[in-house]
Antibody
Framework: QVQLVQSGAEVKKPGASVKVSCKAS????????ISWVRQAPGQGLEWMGW????????NYAQKLQGRVTMTTDTSTSTAYMELRSLRSDDTAVYYC??????????WGKGTTVTVSS | SYELTQPPSVSVSPGQTARITCSGD??????AYWYQQKPGQAPVLVIY???ERPSGIPERFSGSSSGTTVTLTISGVQAEDEADYYC???????????FGGGTKLTVL
């Protein structure tokens, strides 16, 4: 079955960077994209961007451009999301999801990132 | 920036019909998608392309579209349907993905 397994929780200091991984299985990795969505505590879902696993094309949310980088490693069917210059309001659960042109059909369980001094 | 508007909360009794709306100017041009999220869990896709239901989603979940509003309908609501529901779409250019603010469905 299609599965996305994310890396474990992270605690970072303000100004640091975090890199979250998302390992896909159960489907042809390069036939789909991966989207990243985050959810701050008690808040709604916020789309961060997507990456095509076929050609590496990306589309980042305007709010995060310059601080976020999404990459893939097709040899291991793994996607990565790096967020730099972390601030306290980046504290959130970060989800990866399989991206099908316009939407997300299968989601990972989420990775908690806490930014605190 | 483009926004999708949902009511913060909807309440229904078991067995009744729940309707959750989502409004946005680009919805006549862009498909809408609906996700269910239970506490402490990842979202689950329940409706795609306005009205299509993924395999494994109960038939009581349906979607519809009319002008600038899309609606998620849950017929014969069950206690297990209590969750947050989010609509998702894109701006008129199709470039920027947006989520609605979410609707908390309470089953009385």
């Amino acid at each position: 079955q299609v599965q996305l397994v994310q890396s474990g929780a992270e605690v970072k200091k303000p100004g640091a960077s975090v890199k979250v991984s998302c390992k896909a299985s159960g489907y042809t990795f390069t036939s789909y994209g991966i989207s990243w969505v985050r959810q701050a505590p008690g808040q709604g879902l916020e789309w961060m961007g997507w990456i095509s696993a076929y050609n590496g094309n990306t589309n980042y949310a305007q709010k995060l451009q310059g601080r976020v980088t999404m990459t893939t490693d097709t040899s291991t069917s793994t996607a990565y999301m790096e967020l730099r210059s972390l601030r306290s309001d980046d504290t959130a659960v970060y989800y990866c999801a399989r991206w099908i042109q316009d939407y997300m059909d299968v989601w990972g369980k989420g990775t908690t990132v806490t930014v605190s001094s | 920036s483009y926004e999708l508007t949902q009511p913060p909360s909807v309440s229904v009794s078991p067995g009744q019909t729940a309707r959750i709306t989502c409004s946005g100017d680009a919805l006549p041009k862009q498909y809408a998608y609906w996700y269910q999220q239970k506490p402490g869990q990842a979202p689950v896709l329940v409706i795609y392309k306005d009205s299509e239901r993924p395999s494994g989603i109960p038939e009581r979940f349906s979607g519809s579209s009319s002008g600038t509003t899309v609606t998620l309908t849950i017929s014969g609501v069950q206690a297990e349907d209590e969750a947050d529901y989010y609509c998702q779409s894109a701006d008129s250019s199709g470039t920027w993905v947006v989520f609605g603010g979410g609707t908390k469905l309470t089953v009385l």
